[in-house]
């Protein structure tokens, strides 16, 4: 664990990545202490500019704060990113270790699928999706997972392939240990590292999903996230550019952090590969 | 001008700050010939035949190509178009007009009582539904001679002037349609009428062009060379298009309300939010009485005191709308200014609520409701956005739904919602555009019918009394005391009396000179 930490530690812009991740998950764990009552109530003149009337960010079209719209959609944000990646993972994992495991015909149905997937382009897919569901958050999480796993599937099958002729797999198997029992405890706690690294990615582009759909007016109506503030503060930019710009560096700043957070576990979880490149980056 | 002295009047009382010829003339300012007005399409209409299609796009570019018999002032005082002036039988059943001489088509015919026959009688008889609710009420309708026509009823409406605007009723070649199937006859997609400007060309995607038409039936007119209609789909570029001067005119939706102030700001523009009587839009909160508990009347004028309905047209509209006092709109005829809905107060409403007996729970909500948003636009997703923050107040959790435009119709049209928001037409005339909404007998399964469900006998009756009446004086009493019933049952929550803005250029002269606005036929316009 330690020389785990060491390694993360090495990459500097990993460091800086969490930082700024730990805060943005603080920022939402604390958005009702901070800014107690609902993001969507009318507390101020309309486009009040930041530092003005009490707004930190200024105030939307409605007098709503933008700062309490931040906060409490980085709630939304994030929970959307985490739960639909957990549920991409579901798929994709599941996929992924029965097509490297059995191989032949099971190997061959599964990369058809999943190249089905692949073949369309995965944002018309997923407006689609949030189209015909309607938009809520459960229908966003759901059309981002279902977008989203097919990378996970190939990856965890390439994994596999490499993995089930190892020895101390054989050796597993000559004991007699079950099919299941060896795919769980054998070879995946092997194949986590990848895993893990593209989670975190995969988290980031989430947000990025979700973002892009509210900003087009799919998100749930009653959810505040942060495409949605970008989304309703893109018509009257020319009035307040706060609107759009504050929540703009949110996803930006979160977005980035997530992606050196993710550079950062590669580097820690594959030490040999970070130093060939040259040690700390 | 072919104006009648009164009509002129009234128009000029209602719009105080408008340019006329005369006031023009007062100032120095000559009707000039000449010059090319660049403006906008917003969206792009299918076709340009009003008879076709009546949706706000084409009947803007088509009222220039085409024209009615009468066109009406702000008051809705019916003024001399097609028609120099006509006479009703003191029974209220026979309708007589007497035509302009020398009017001819685009094409060289001339216009005769012939082609008004065929166009009432037959062609928007067939074509547009609403005409046809009013039409089929003519026993007859003859040409007595070139000049003259003559509709006879079955029985006295009063409205029956306010239906010959070229909105509704355009006059249309009898010669280019007759025996066709009128909606693929040739002459829809290359209309012919009698206005001031002739169809020249249309780049789909990019513009129309009209031309000055040199056979126009008044001397000297129209002032104008020619009329581009630019088709520009995203608003910012069209608020750019105005600010650079590339167009001088735009209407209708073209420009945001939130960028109106700006434009107001601008010292070469000038903005308008006249010409829209003769339409009359009021917005309401759509209300399902099917569903529980909107059937309590108590909880429907509870919903009403929790809205601020000023708020919505200063801050959401900026100031271009007025906010509603009942189901008729203050510019349409017969409205009553003594029958008021419930005003904003929220203590009202919280007591009325629990007078209904619901008691708001741990988190303080009462009950949960459904909204369906309007999918017109991020103004109208605003709006659902306050109604829901001004209802949590009193303690109604309002759940927004997203819909797109056909899910709305198909959904709001088979009493699929809970609640919704809407706004109608109303044609200058309770029974033409207001009763749809609140009769029993026309809770159907159709859009912009009464699919709230609302029904109250009495409300019935006096519809009915207001639109057998021929005499005003007693049209008025019926519609005062349905307007004091609907106000105490509030079977809607009335939020805006709409408008639109309509900005140009100082230097365009005469752009909204009848309760129509734009929709007009811009003979008179000029560039000085």
């Not at chain 2, 009329?227 to 570029?237: C, K, L």
């Not at chain 2, 009462?366 to 659902?384: D, N």
């Not at chain 2, 079977?491 to 002269?509: G, N, Q, S, Y």
Request: hydrophobic share 45%; no cysteine.
């Amino acid at each position: 664990m330690n020389s785990f930490w060491r390694n993360f530690a090495r990459n500097r812009g990993a460091v800086v990545g969490l930082v700024i991740l730990l805060l943005v998950i603080a920022l939402a764990v604390l958005a009702p202490v901070l800014f107690p009552g609902s993001p969507w109530d009318m507390v101020a003149a309309p486009f009040a500019p930041p530092g003005e009337m009490g707004m930190l960010l200024g105030s939307d079209s409605l007098g709503r704060d933008v700062a309490a719209g931040i906060a409490h959609g980085a709630r939304v944000s994030l929970l959307v990113g985490a739960v639909s990646t957990v549920a991409a993972l579901a798929i994709g994992v599941t996929l992924g270790a029965v097509a490297g495991y059995l191989g032949g015909l099971a190997d061959e149905v599964v990369m058809r699928f999943t190249e089905f997937f692949q073949t369309i382009p995965s944002f018309v897919l997923a407006i689609l999706l949030v189209a015909i569901f309607t938009p809520t958050i459960q229908s966003i999480v759901f059309a981002i997972a279902v977008v989203s796993w097919p990378p996970v599937t190939r990856v965890v099958r390439a994994e596999f392939l490499s993995l089930r002729s190892r020895e101390f797999v054989q050796a597993s198997e000559v004991l007699g240990k079950s099919r299941l029992s060896i795919v769980m405890g054998d070879i995946l706690p092997n194949a986590l590292s990848p895993i893990v690294v593209l989670s975190s990615l995969m988290v980031a582009t989430a947000i990025l999903l979700e973002s892009a759909l509210s900003f087009l007016g799919l998100g749930d109506p009653n959810m505040m996230s942060w495409g949605f503030l970008i989304g309703s503060g893109r018509s009257v930019i020319r009035i307040a550019w706060w609107m759009s710009v504050f929540p703009g560096i949110a996803i930006f700043l979160t977005v980035l952090s997530l992606n050196l957070v993710g550079e950062g576990l590669s580097d820690a979880l594959n030490p040999r590969l970070a130093r060939n490149r040259g040690g700390a980056a | 001008m072919a104006l009648s002295r009164r009509g002129l009047m009234a128009a000029a009382a209602a719009t105080p700050f408008l340019m006329r010829v005369e006031d023009a003339l007062a100032q120095g300012i000559q009707p000039k010939r000449g010059g090319t007005l660049n403006t906008i399409v917003n969206p792009e209409p299918p076709v340009l035949h009003v008879g076709v299609n009546n949706q706000a796009p084409t009947l803007i570019v088509g009222g220039k190509i085409f024209q009615g018999l009468l066109r009406y002032s702000a008051k809705l005082e019916p003024m001399p178009e097609l028609a120099k002036r006509w006479e009703v039988s003191p029974d209220g059943l026979e309708y007589t007009f007497h035509l302009q001489e020398n009017v001819r088509f685009h094409d060289g015919k001339p216009m005769t009582a012939e082609d008004v026959v065929f166009s009432i009688m037959k062609f928007h008889m067939e074509l547009s539904p609403r005409a046809r609710g009013v039409f089929a009420r003519i026993k007859e309708g003859v040409a007595v001679d070139p000049q003259t026509v003559k509709f006879t009823l079955s029985a006295p409406f009063e409205p029956f002037l306010l239906m010959f605007d070229v909105t509704v009723s355009a006059i249309v070649p009898k010669h280019l349609f007759e025996g066709q199937d009128y909606r693929q006859a040739p002459a829809v997609q290359k209309p012919v009428g009698t206005g001031p400007f002739r169809f020249a060309e249309w780049q789909r995607g990019n513009f129309i062009r009209l031309e000055r038409f040199d056979g126009y039936w008044k001397p000297n007119q129209p002032y104008l060379d020619a009329i581009i209609y630019r088709v520009i789909p995203d608003s910012q570029s069209r608020r750019l298009a105005l600010e650079t001067g590339q167009v001088i005119l735009t209407q209708s939706n073209d420009i945001e309300p939130f960028d109106v102030p700006q434009m107001r700001a601008q010292p070469n523009l000038e903005v308008q939010t006249a010409g829209w009587e003769y339409f009359g839009p009021l917005m309401w909160v759509e209300l399902n009485h099917r569903v529980k508990p909107l059937d309590d009347v108590r909880v429907r004028r509870a919903l009403a005191h929790a809205v601020n309905r000023d708020f919505i047209a200063q801050r959401l509209w900026f100031g271009i709308g007025k906010p509603a006092t009942g189901p008729v709109a203050s510019t349409t005829r017969f409205h009553e200014p003594g029958a008021k809905m419930p005003a904003y107060d929220v203590e009202a409403a919280k007591k009325l609520l629990d007078e209904a007996g619901l008691k708001p729970n741990g988190q303080g909500v009462r009950f949960a409701i459904k909204h369906m948003s309007l999918p017109y636009g991020e103004v109208f997703t605003r709006l659902a956005e306050f109604l829901r923050q001004s209802l949590r107040q009193v303690g109604v959790d309002l759940q927004l739904e997203s819909v797109d435009v056909g899910t709305w119709a198909q959904r709001t049209a088979n009493w699929d919602f809970d609640t919704t928001i809407n706004y109608l037409y109303q044609y200058g005339d309770p029974t033409l555009g207001v009763e749809r909404s609140y009769v029993s007998t026309n809770i159907k399964k159709i859009l912009f019918s009464n699919v709230s469900g609302y029904a109250n006998p009495k409300v019935d009756e006096l519809f009915t009394e207001a639109r057998d009446a021929a005499d005003p004086k007693q049209r008025q009493a019926s519609f005062s005391a349905v307007q004091k019933i609907l106000v105490e049952d509030v079977p809607l929550v009335w939020l805006m009396e709409m408008a639109f803005p309509t900005i140009h250029d100082r230097k365009l002269h005469n752009v909204i000179t009848s309760g129509a606005g734009v929709h007009a036929s811009f003979d008179d316009v000029f560039l000085a």
